[in-house]
């Protein structure tokens, strides 16, 4: 099984930027769908984006789009969310999943968290002045 660790949450200002790393441990990344979702105080936890392999879908939330970007590193051990122009609105806590299933991200309403089996334990960003 694959365990997930995220890292490079904090506080920012808003307009900054913060670069979000997930790991895997105990295997890769492989050809599984990856998500990364968020989860502010009080909210459901929602989709913010999601790659997978077996459609070469790519999805973005309406909300970040043109904001974040979702990257790997090439041996498939990490993945990045790269989050820009952050508002308060971004104030949450990040996790990276994955989906073992290998469902598409190009589904009507984004990536659904319970399709997602392995969670990383989050990290939390705040965006403030």
């Known amino acids: 099984q694959v365990q997930l660790v995220e890292s490079g949450g904090g506080l920012v200002q808003p307009g900054g930027s913060l670069r979000l790393s997930c790991a895997a441990s105990?295997?890769?990344?492989?050809?599984?769908?990856i998500g990364w979702f968020r989860q502010a105080p009080g909210k459901e936890r929602e989709g913010v984006s999601c790659?997978?392999?077996?459609?070469?879908?790519?999805y973005y939330a309406d909300f970040v789009k043109g904001r974040f970007t979702f990257f790997r590193d090439n041996n498939k051990k990490t993945v990045y969310l790269q989050m820009n122009s952050l508002t308060a609105d971004d104030t949450a806590r990040y996790y990276c999943?994955?989906?073992?299933?290998?469902?598409?991200?190009?589904?009507?309403?984004?990536?659904?968290?319970?399709?997602?089996?392995?969670w990383g334990q989050g990290t939390q960003v705040i965006v403030s002045s």
């Open positions: 999943a994955v989906d073992f299933s290998r469902s598409s991200c190009l589904v009507p309403g984004g990536p659904s968290p319970s399709s997602f089996g392995s």
């Open positions: 105990g295997g890769t990344f492989g050809l599984y769908t």
């Open positions: 790659i997978s392999d077996s459609d070469g879908g790519i």
